[in-house]
């Protein structure tokens, strides 16, 4: 079913295949596929992530991306193309696999394949040095990406989909890329009576009917939607729920004396839904099916709506995962760092106070272990050591994270997948986020093990255990 891609997309999106870092999916001058391997970028990345150079090689796509965006802003000009070239190869990937997905989608029955789309997306050459002024779609992407915001993967998504010329293209094929509810929403009532009157030369009659529907949809989905902005909640334009529709039927029984039943007003919401759609398509430039206004049932469309609710889930679904990684690992160093206080509270002296002290100047002041050692009174650098216990603390929030973080995946995923699906896939979802949390754990080490702490910019383990520290009311 739809959520599965879903719940696949958070497989996909934490690991993947080295290779997409230094190979780039172009379009040759006879408007063909095919793939270049940029040889500089590949002995780059190599070097860089320290991998085998086999084709096959999987890596943590996440924490890749943001490596390789960093060195794109702060290296020295050569290494600042080459990963520049890494990530533009992964985003040639991404943009065929948004391609791909909409021939499987519109394709067959819109007539395009994925080589009709390539064209108007894949405009990158491979060129290490920029040619001129000209920027690629690929650039583009890469330009505008905030990690804070998304991921490389969903934004590429997002932007192919609004490319221009990829949406006129989509148009003049007849696909128009808005589910039908978020189009009843944009229509008013008095838009709605010119179209059909001008467009379709409907009766009188007909228009009022419609104009009554649509009134009525508003009152109940388009004001339940507007409460959900106003308090920040936003996502897609699922589905009216059966409450509403029922909510709309009796409505229409009050405006117009029509007593119908939640599945006939669906049926009419689609209906009505295509008849907007077609309109656009045509006011854009676009074809419009041969088929006689008087056949269409709005079925032919279900595929159409199902096709972008399925789009919709996976980008949704992502977009909830990253705030329920940082939420459990922001409760896990909590949970971690308080059973510590616990233990150490029952023993002489003050080492749980301590405890805090040299965790705060650690991991939020970057202080060596000797610098702490002096800034505490502390016989030496063991003393500190031992007090801290660094591996064992991050082996405990380890733990606790994947507990957590499990949890709260597979309820989330609950929402997308049958719950038959979701047992296929625990053991591969288990595997992606151990896979993204031990490269968080991992980089906690690695500054526990660097000489010159202070020349290392946090990362994601320390700058939330210090948001956990800054938040105790004791003081630290």
């Known amino acids: 079913m739809s959520g599965d891609t879903a719940v696949d997309g958070l497989v996909q999106i934490l690991m993947g295949v080295a290779s997409r870092y230094w190979q780039l999916v172009k379009i040759d001058g006879a408007g063909r596929r095919q793939v270049q391997e940029i040889s500089p970028a590949k002995a780059f990345f190599i070097d860089v992530f320290a991998i085998a150079d086999d084709i096959d090689c999987y890596v943590p796509d996440i924490k890749?991306?943001?490596?390789?965006?960093?060195?794109?802003?702060?290296?020295?000009a050569d290494r600042w193309l080459l990963a520049q070239r890494c990530l533009l190869c992964f985003i040639s990937w991404q943009i065929e696999q948004v391609c791909l997905q909409l021939?499987?989608?519109?394709?067959?029955?819109?007539?395009?394949?994925?080589?009709?789309?390539?064209?108007?997306?894949?405009?990158?050459?491979?060129?290490?040095?920029?040619?001129?002024?000209?920027?690629?779609?690929?650039?583009?992407?890469?330009?505008?990406?905030?990690?804070?915001?998304?991921?490389?993967?969903?934004?590429?998504?997002?932007?192919?989909?609004?490319?221009?010329?990829?949406?006129?293209?989509?148009?003049?094929?007849?696909?128009?890329?808005?589910?039908?509810?978020?189009i009843l929403n944009d229509t008013r009532p008095q838009q709605l009576e010119r179209i059909f009157r001008d467009f379709y030369a409907l009766t009188p009659p007909e228009i009022q009917q419609a104009q009554q529907l649509l009134e009525s949809y508003h009152a109940v989905y388009r004001t339940a939607r507007l409460q959900q902005r106003s308090q920040r909640i936003g996502g897609k334009c699922s589905t009216p729920t059966t409450q509403q529709l029922q909510q709309i039927a009796t409505l229409l029984q009050i405006k117009a004396s029509l007593t119908l039943n939640s599945e006939t007003v669906m049926t009419q919401l689609q209906k009505l839904a295509t008849q907007l759609r077609e309109y656009r398509i045509h006011v854009r430039g676009g074809a419009l099916p041969t088929k006689s206004l008087d056949t269409i049932t709005g079925d032919e469309y279900i595929d159409t709506t199902k096709a972008l609710d399925n789009e919709d889930e996976q980008t949704e679904f992502l977009q909830l995962y990253r705030p329920q990684f940082l939420a459990c690992l922001e409760q896990a160093l909590a949970i971690v760092t308080q059973s510590r206080v616990n233990r150490l509270q029952q023993k002489k002296g003050e080492k749980a106070k301590k405890f805090l002290q040299a965790l705060k100047l650690f991991h939020c002041q970057n202080l060596r272990m000797t610098e702490i050692a002096d800034s505490m009174g502390l016989r030496a650098q063991d003393a500190v050591t031992r007090l801290l216990k660094l591996k064992e603390f991050r082996a405990d929030v380890r733990q606790q994270l994947l507990l957590l973080l499990c949890d709260r995946v597979f309820d989330l995923a609950k929402n997308y997948s049958h719950p038959d699906r979701l047992t296929t896939l625990e053991q591969q979802i288990k595997l992606a986020l151990d896979e993204q949390i031990t490269q968080v754990i991992k980089e906690a080490e690695n500054q526990s093990q660097t000489a010159k702490i202070n020349t290392i910019e946090n990362g994601l383990?320390?700058?939330?255990?210090?948001?956990?520290?800054?938040?105790?009311?004791?003081?630290?």
């Not at 890749?64 to 020295?76: C, G, Y």
């Not at 690629?136 to 221009?164: C, E, G, M, Y």
Request: charged content about 20%; aromatic content about 10%; overall charge negative.
């Open 64 to 76: 890749v991306q943001l490596q390789l965006l960093q060195l794109s802003r702060d290296a020295s």
């Open 103 to 182: 021939a499987a989608n519109f394709g067959s029955v819109h007539g395009f394949s994925c080589a009709d789309l390539l064209p108007y997306v894949l405009d990158d050459d491979g060129r290490l040095q920029p040619n001129g002024t000209y920027q690629s779609l690929s650039q583009k992407i890469l330009q505008s990406f905030d990690p804070q915001q998304s991921n490389l993967t969903t934004w590429t998504t997002t932007r192919v989909k609004h490319d221009a010329a990829l949406n006129q293209f989509l148009l003049e094929c007849g696909v128009y890329m808005v589910s039908d509810w978020a």
């Open 461 to 476: 383990f320390s700058e939330r255990l210090c948001r956990y520290l800054d938040s105790l009311n004791e003081e630290i």
